[in-house]
């Protein structure tokens, strides 16, 4: 089956709000107020943030597929929350690199938005330039540079992403766990890793973490209105920074040691939002 949002001709707006009509349907919740997507290292947080109401296979939505990569779970899932409101758990996230199109990367993203929710919030595995941070340390994404030379905006779009990634929610995010160090995540096409020396590109123009997604979806995220929360855990240091070769197994273990850590980070900071 064709996916409709690779028919150009398709409105991906028009895609996102029968998502929206299908998850309302398919979870007996009408509206969600905050939504997550849950990248590498993250999955078991939406276990820690309330009450799951509902658990929908991705690929019965419109405009969603299944995943590419091992470690990633295609569902959606609806969350009650102590505070009695809802939040939309995306564990399906489709990459840049996977080459569907930048529509298909920021449809989750476009489908929140369509749900209700107001705030965003993206969570990542990367790579970290800054040798202080090790493998496991959770860090706040402060800004991004988009190295992937696309856009999920069409057409004359003018967006301004001045704070994209709120001050407001990092400082929640602070009150949680003043530890948080915060950093400028660089997307990449991937899904190779970088080269030593693109790594050290990333520093000099200003780069402390290096990953293949988030950017564009908190691009898409800001366009539809939602404030935004960028997350990401440092699994490995970027090539070079580190000496030994890295490994997607490396990546899921240290996504593993640090689950219960971070789940719990990130239960706290939804109960403050
Ligand atoms: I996990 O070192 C993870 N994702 N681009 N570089 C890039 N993506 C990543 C990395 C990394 N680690």
Redesign the pocket.
């Known amino acids: 089956m064709q996916n409709p949002l690779e028919n150009s001709s398709s409105n991906p707006f028009e895609i996102a709000a029968e998502a929206a009509a299908a998850i309302a349907r398919l979870t007996g919740v009408a509206n969600h107020d905050i939504a997550l997507t849950l990248g590498?290292g993250w999955a078991k947080a939406a276990d820690l943030i309330g009450e799951t109401v509902a658990t929908v296979p991705a690929t019965d939505i419109p405009g969603f597929s299944a995943p590419a990569v091992a470690g990633h779970v295609a569902s959606i899932r609806s969350i009650k929350l102590p505070n009695g409101k809802f939040a939309l758990v995306l564990g399906a996230r489709t990459h840049f690199y996977e080459g569907h199109g930048v529509r298909r990367v920021v449809h989750g993203v476009r489908t929140a938005a369509a749900t209700g929710a107001k705030t965003m919030i993206l969570t990542n595995?990367?790579?970290g330039i800054k040798e202080t941070w090790k493998p496991g340390t959770p860090v706040l994404i402060s800004d991004h540079i988009n190295l992937t030379a696309s856009s999920p905006l069409e057409g004359a779009t003018f967006v301004d992403l001045t704070d994209l990634y709120s001050s407001r929610l990092r400082a929640v995010a602070r009150e949680v766990d003043a530890t948080l160090d915060d950093g400028v995540y660089c997307q990449?096409r991937?899904p190779h890793?970088?080269t030593p020396a693109e790594v050290q590109m990333a520093k000099h123009i200003g780069g402390h973490i290096?990953?293949?997604s988030t950017a564009l979806e908190a691009i898409a995220a800001r366009e539809s209105g939602m404030e935004i929360l960028g997350l990401s855990l440092i699994?490995?240091l970027?090539?070079g920074i580190q000496k030994e070769p890295?490994s997607h197994a490396e990546?899921l273990q240290a996504g593993k040691d640090a689950e219960v850590r971070i789940s719990a980070l990130l239960a706290q900071i939804i109960a403050k939002i």
Do not use: I, Q, W
């Open positions: 590498s595995g990367a790579g990449f991937g890793y970088e290096v990953g293949m699994t490995n970027a090539a890295l990546v």
